[in-house]
């Protein structure tokens, strides 16, 4: 036998496909030149890739069934994963080879295909997570996705001239930010937006707290965006290399892409489509507007328009009440006592060898059980001291919705603790995550409610040196130091808090012998730090201290894996909630009980008055479980009832006599204006004007607010019966971060004499 006509040997796969590549290779010679040798390499990688993940998926059993000891082949999953991988394997390595034409031909129309395969491949990933029902979808909402993905897709087209390079592009971004979104949801209980952009270094650095798992619908999301991948490498046609054809290409996606950013962001055609950025959680709204135009409409948001009615003659309209040129003046006293509710304050304010002194009033009738050195000093004048701390993800799980059955109280001192103490629930506007908010609410007075969706206020909104309680007291003659025991970086703080009127800054990199809960330092390291600086401060100054503190003990990753340094000693009861992230917490909240007790008892007979103001930034992310079990299913319950997850505790305490005082509902823009209220600190007109808001509407956040006739409204609400209101504080507001040398600052910056 010659040996053209010997037989290769074998007839197993191996061979039927080198043979079918041959004779492909054969047929196609005149019209394809001859695969690279780097090609090859490529083709052989590429069909590694999904036998590897396939490997992964047979060795975590969670992906195919539900309990890890269910036999790999009893679960019809596996099935389907493997004949994807040994589908995508074969489309790897078998080298396609079309004709000129027909190349050119699949080559355009995959690229007309692939958004639509790109798109199907996400909501299959996300649709039995969110209960995404495709025909049930906003079909203006669809429609413009799908321009976003042309859109998107030819952009690439026009920048690299591949059809290849463009598909895939566009598909391996859409599944990075799909899955990224998932973890994000699965973190901090919120989904990305577009200001995430600018908080990816913050994100960063927190994110190696966490632990990354696939779930069933990411792998099958990889798959699909591997096959995608995989079939479009194969093309070889459709470049665009005529300069002129790329031109007009570029003419007319700038038309397109010039209409639609008109229509969705200089028009009011969303609203008008009952389509908006606010909300409570964006996976809310992924049932009617899917996650990828969800996501989008957070980036038509990001801007912030002008309130109705904002001109400068009308911010100086509204301050004026609140604003007294004349302390003597009895006509203009009156009207602002009024305004404000502060009939019963009768303090004075003096300079006294450059040091403000402020006299204690009539107030302190409710308790006697400061101590007489601290009461003294306050009726000789002396300003007291201010400690404030906002504790990371610091929440009272008892009393949120049904609230949790606890072996014992994981806040046994803040429930205990009455005398000379003036405690509530305050609402927030984030859950999960994005700390600044909170703290940016509670320095400025300002609220998120009226800023885009998911933005952190300290990156985009803190615009050159901008008023707050740092400034006001620091003009007041008090040392301004803040204190946060991680990266300085994040969120800007490193740049913002000098902006806003902190002379001292420490980080995490200034404690040096830190104790550490799990992966981060512990709340009582940061209580004796508050301690040591305190006392420098007060060998070295007369000044009265402001010190600001963001704790970190108890941010996020509750995890059964990290319990460094942790006590589980209390159990959660409660068999429905998730029991690991829930039994982590509250043994956390416990170290925070723990050392507020501690600061309380050492301040309690220093002679210098102080007072110590603690508060949680937001809710921790407990788990879908946890809250459905709280408080209910998203689906089906009401916005109001949706609050339960933006509530959290405060209190605050001084070693001199105050009022005790039980606040129902209030939020954080209004806290510091409580507190100068009921304990005679000096206030500026805006912060008068707060306080007289209050009264009005009691709670107001960034997902609604209540008024004083005991109802919950949105922030959008036209038909409330305070929407003037809202509307007026949205114009201050407005002056008070976009004003620039037109910001009021006899308004926002200057105390007001009483």
């Not at 083709?43 to 309990?67: D, N, S």
């Not at 159990?571 to 509250?586: A, F, S």
């Not at 001084?654 to 005679?680: G, Q, V, W």
């Not at 949105?714 to 004003?739: A, K, Q, R, T």
């Amino acid at each position: 036998m010659s040996a053209q006509a010997e037989p290769r040997g074998g007839s197993g796969v191996w061979d039927f496909l080198r043979n079918l590549s041959e004779k492909q290779k054969g047929s196609s010679s005149e019209q394809m030149p001859e695969e690279h040798p780097c090609m090859r390499i490529g083709r052989y990688a590429a069909a590694v890739l999904p036998a590897a993940l396939l490997l992964y998926y047979c060795t975590h059993a969670a992906l195919y069934a539900g309990e890890h000891h269910t036999f790999i082949l009893a679960s019809g999953r596996t099935y389907v994963v493997s004949l994807i991988c040994f589908l995508l394997i074969v489309l790897a390595l078998v080298p396609v080879r079309l004709s000129e034409h027909a190349n050119r031909i699949t080559s355009w129309g995959w690229f007309l295909l692939a958004p639509f395969a790109v798109y199907f491949s996400l909501l299959y990933m996300n649709a039995s997570k969110y209960s995404i029902k495709f025909f049930e979808l906003n079909r203006i909402a669809l429609v413009l996705t799908f321009v976003f993905l042309f859109l998107f897709e030819t952009a690439v087209l026009i920048l690299t001239g591949s059809i290849r390079f463009a598909v895939v592009t566009m598909a391996v971004l859409i599944a990075a930010l799909g899955i990224a979104n998932s973890f994000v949801i699965a973190f901090r209980g919120m989904a990305l937006s577009a200001a995430d952009l600018f908080s990816l270094g913050a994100a960063a650095s927190v994110a190696s707290e966490y632990t990354y798992e696939l779930d069933w619908y990411m792998y099958m999301e990889l798959l699909c965006t591997l096959a995608i991948c995989m079939f479009s490498l194969k093309l070889h046609g459709g470049r665009i290399l005529h300069p002129a054809v790329r031109a007009a290409v570029l003419v007319l996606w700038c038309g397109v892409a010039g209409s639609f950013y008109y229509l969705c962001c200089r028009t009011d055609f969303l609203e008008q489509h009952d389509i908006r950025s606010q909300g409570f959680t964006h996976q809310l709204r992924y049932k009617n507007y899917d996650m990828i135009f969800t996501t989008l409409t957070t980036c038509f948001y990001l801007s912030v328009e002008k309130p109705e009615g904002y001109s400068l003659d009308k911010v100086k309209e509204i301050a004026a009440p609140y604003l007294i040129e004349d302390a003597g003046d009895d006509t203009n006293a009156a009207a602002a006592d009024t305004d404000v509710r502060q009939a019963s304050s009768e303090n004075t304010t003096s300079q006294t060898d450059g040091k403000n002194k402020t006299a204690s009033g009539g107030k302190s009738t409710a308790s006697t059980s400061g101590n007489a050195a601290a009461n003294a000093a306050i009726a000789a004048g002396e300003t007291p001291n201010l400690i404030v701390i906002m504790n990371e993800s610091f929440a009272d799980y008892t009393s949120i919705g049904k609230g949790l059955d606890l072996s014992e109280d994981c806040m046994p001192f803040i429930h205990s603790l009455t005398e000379n103490t003036i405690k509530g629930t305050a609402y927030v506007s984030i859950f999960g995550g994005n700390t600044p908010n909170s703290e940016y609410e509670f320095l400025t007075g300002n609220t998120m409610g009226f800023l885009p969706a998911s933005s952190v206020g300290f990156n985009l909104f803190v615009r050159g040196n901008l008023p707050s309680i740092a400034s006001e007291l620091k003009s007041q003659g008090y040392e301004t130091l803040a204190m946060h025991p991680y990266r300085g970086t994040n969120y800007r703080r490193n740049l913002v808090y000098p902006q806003i009127g902190f002379d001292t800054f420490y980080t995490r990199d200034d404690f040096t012998q830190a104790k550490y809960i799990r992966s981060y330092i512990s709340d009582d390291t940061l209580a004796q730090r508050i301690i040591t600086e305190f006392n420098k401060h007060e060998e070295s100054t007369d000044m009265p201290l402001f010190s600001y503190n963001v704790t970190i003990q108890n941010h996020g990753g509750y995890f059964a894996s990290n319990t460094r340094n942790l006590d589980l000693d209390i159990t959660v009861e409660d068999p429905e909630v998730d029991q690991t992230k829930t039994t982590l917490y509250v043994n956390l909240i416990r170290e925070s009980d723990q050392m507020l007790q501690n600061l309380v008892n050492y301040f309690e007979d220093k002679e210098a008055p102080t007072v110590i103001v603690m508060f949680g930034d937001h809710q921790a992310n407990l788990g879908d479980d946890t809250y459905e079990y709280l408080v209910g299913n998203e689906d089906e319950i009401s916005r109001e009832e949706r609050m339960e997850k933006y509530k959290v505790p405060f209190v605050i305490w001084a070693n001199y006599d105050i009022p005790e005082e039980t606040i129902e509902r209030t939020s954080l823009n209004y806290l510091y204006s409580i507190l100068a209220d009921r304990l005679d600190f000096p206030m500026t007109g805006y912060q008068k004007y707060l306080l007289a808001l209050s009264e009005k509407i009691p709670a107001l956040c960034a997902q609604g607010y209540w008024g004083d006739d005991g109802n919950y409204y949105e922030l959008e609400d036209e038909s409330s019966p305070y929407h003037d209101l809202i509307n007026e504080y949205n114009i201050l507001e407005y002056n008070d971060i976009f004003g620039g040398k037109d910001r009021d600052l006899e308004f926002f910056a200057d105390v007001q004499p009483d």
